[in-house]
C-alpha cells in the first residue's frame, strides 16, 4: 500500500513541474559517465613530397647533383624546335704581297698549306689559248682539280709544263679542249713549243683557301675556320719565307715580301 501511494506522489510531483524526489530506500542515484578524456594529439610528421605522376623520388638528382647534371643535347629549344648546330668559328686571312720587281705583285697567289679541301671547293678551271696567250696568265685549282685547255685562236696550239711531274698535252687545233686532273699541288710553268714566246702559270694549291692578289699585291682568303695554318705566297719565279697564321675570333693581317 505504501509503494502504491509513493507512486502517485511521484507522479502528481512531476506534472507540477518539480523535480521529482526519489525516496532514501530507492538506493543511491547512479551519477552519469563522463566521456573519456581523448589522449593529446601527437605533433605531424612531414610527409615525404610526393612525386608527380609518371616520375621517380628515388632515383631523381636532387640539391648539388642536380644541378651539376650536363644539360641534355637533344632537349627542344623554349619554342619546341630542335636545337641548331654549334655555328663554326671562321675569320678573314688578309694582307699585302710586296715583290722585287714590284709588278709581280699582281700575280701573286697566297694559300694555306696545311688546310682542306672543302666538299664546296670549285674543283675546275678553263685555260684558253687567245691571241697568242694563255689566258688566264695566272690559273688556280685546288688539289685534285680539273683545268681544262681550249684554243680559241685559228691555228694549233701545244700545252706543256716542264715542272714536277712534267706533262705534255700535245698539240691542240683550234675549237678543240684537252682536260687534266692534277693530284699533286705544286707550281707549273705553261709552255707552247709551236709559239716558244707563250708562257702561263697553274698553281695547284694543297687547299681550297687560296687567293689571287689585285694589282696592288693585296689578297683575301676568306671563311677561314679557326685554327693555325701554315701560309705560302707565291709569284713567278720568286721566293719568300712561309708564315704561320692562328685564325681566332677576327680577320688576321698577314703581309709578305717576295723576291728572286
Request: proline share 12%; hydrophobic share 40%; glycine share 6%.
Amino acid at each position: 500500500m505504501k509503494r502504491i501511494v509513493l507512486v502517485v506522489a511521484f507522479s502528481l510531483a512531476a506534472c507540477e513541474g518539480e523535480p521529482p524526489k526519489v525516496p532514501v530506500s530507492a538506493g543511491p542515484a547512479v551519477a552519469a559517465e563522463a566521456p573519456a578524456a581523448s589522449p593529446p594529439p601527437e605533433p605531424a610528421t612531414p610527409s615525404a613530397p610526393v612525386a608527380a605522376a609518371g616520375t621517380c623520388c628515388n632515383c631523381c638528382p636532387t640539391g648539388d647533383a642536380a644541378a651539376a647534371a650536363p644539360p641534355d643535347a637533344s632537349a627542344t629549344a623554349p619554342d619546341g624546335s630542335a636545337p641548331g648546330p654549334t655555328a663554326v668559328l671562321k675569320a678573314n686571312v688578309t694582307g699585302t704581297v710586296t715583290t722585287t720587281p714590284a709588278a709581280q705583285a699582281a700575280n701573286a697567289v697566297v694559300y694555306l698549306a696545311d688546310a682542306p679541301v672543302e666538299p664546296t671547293a670549285k674543283m675546275s678551271a678553263t685555260v684558253d689559248n687567245r691571241q697568242m696567250t694563255f689566258a688566264p696568265y695566272i690559273a688556280v685549282v685546288p688539289v685534285g682539280g680539273r683545268v681544262t685547255f681550249h684554243n680559241s685562236d685559228p691555228f694549233p696550239h701545244n700545252v706543256f709544263s716542264p715542272d714536277n711531274e712534267k706533262w705534255n698535252l700535245g698539240t691542240i687545233v683550234q675549237g678543240a679542249a684537252v682536260a687534266r686532273t692534277f693530284k699533286k699541288a705544286g707550281s707549273y710553268t705553261l709552255l707552247c713549243n709551236l709559239h716558244p714566246g707563250m708562257i702561263g702559270y697553274l698553281v695547284v694549291s694543297p687547299s681550297s683557301y687560296y687567293a689571287k692578289a689585285d694589282a696592288k699585291g693585296r689578297y683575301t682568303i676568306k671563311d677561314v675556320p679557326a685554327g693555325t695554318y701554315n701560309v705560302v705566297a707565291w709569284a713567278p719565279r720568286l721566293q719568300g719565307t712561309p708564315q704561320a697564321v692562328t685564325v681566332k675570333d677576327g680577320d688576321v693581317k698577314l703581309d709578305f715580301e717576295l723576291h728572286r
